[in-house]
């Protein structure tokens, strides 16, 4: 098993930053690759980003390359989003994920343990 914990949501405004942490405790074997998804009200969740551990290769999804940036911490077991020029349609509850497998980081479906997910509100 894998236990994932998000922090760091919160409502800013347009063009603000909020950074997301994802604490993984638990079989570390599991989580080979990291994610982050988000999912809007009305909207099926989406890809923003992701990461393969052992490499720590990055992929982005059009919407948010070049504002948000994944990042990991061997020690602490942590996985960060930070998020930066920050649009009212970035407004959605976001979520880490983990994965055993070493590949398809963007398919949710390739994710096992999924976090409880944070809210992350952007005013114009």
């Known amino acids: 098993q894998v236990q994932l914990v998000e922090s760091g949501g919160g409502s800013v405004q347009a063009g603000g930053s909020l950074r997301l942490s994802c604490a993984v405790s638990?079989?570390?074997?599991?989580?080979?690759?990291m994610g982050w998804f988000r999912q809007a009200p009305g909207k099926e969740r989406e890809f923003v980003s992701g990461?393969?551990?052992?490499?720590?290769?990055?992929y982005y999804s059009d919407s948010v390359k070049g504002r948000f940036t994944i990042s990991k911490n061997n020690a602490q077991n942590t996985v960060y989003l930070q998020m930066n020029s920050l649009k009212p349609e970035d407004t959605a509850d976001y979520y880490c994920a983990a994965s055993p497998r070493d590949y398809g980081v963007q398919n949710p479906q390739y994710y096992y343990y999924w976090g409880q997910g944070t809210q992350v509100t952007v005013s114009s």
């Open positions: 638990g079989r570390t074997f599991s989580r080979n690759a």
């Open positions: 990461l393969y551990w052992s490499s720590g290769r990055t």
